[in-house]
């Protein structure tokens, strides 16, 4: 069985930083990229970033280039998302999806972690 699981997220204060973990299991996690996404009640899903699956290319949407840091470790199975200077428009759902950058299409998804930021 194929799992994503988020975790890290929580309250913190505007300003403040957090680092998501996306730990994955069933699946040949070398051969996926991971992206991460976020929906905000009342808001579509908005895409955040994409690491490929050798590290090579990463990508940010303009709303965090700067901001946010994506990584991986393969040893561990596990992608992360390091958010910096988080203001209140940052608070949302955080998923983490397995599939390919460059198709954006995604095959496996995680439950979710919560991320709000007071102000």
């Known amino acids: 069985e194929v799992q994503l699981v988020e975790s890290g997220g929580g309250l913190v204060q505007a300003g403040g930083s957090l680092r998501l973990s996306c730990a994955a299991s069933?699946?040949?996690?070398?051969?996926?990229?991971i992206a991460w996404f976020r929906q905000a009640p009342g808001k579509e899903r908005e895409g955040l970033s994409c690491?490929?699956?050798?590290?090579?290319?990463?990508y940010y949407a303009g709303a965090v280039k700067g901001r946010f840091t994506a990584s991986r470790d393969t040893a561990k199975n596990t992608v992360y998302l390091r958010m910096d200077n988080l203001s209140p428009e940052d608070t949302a759902v955080y998923h983490c999806?397995?599939?390919?950058?460059?198709?954006?299409?995604?095959?496996?998804w995680g439950q979710g972690t919560q991320v709000t930021v007071s102000s």
């Open positions: 999806a397995a599939g390919s950058c460059e198709s954006e299409m995604y095959d496996y």
């Open positions: 069933g699946l040949p996690f070398d051969d996926y990229a």
């Open positions: 690491i490929s699956s050798s590290s090579t290319n990463i």
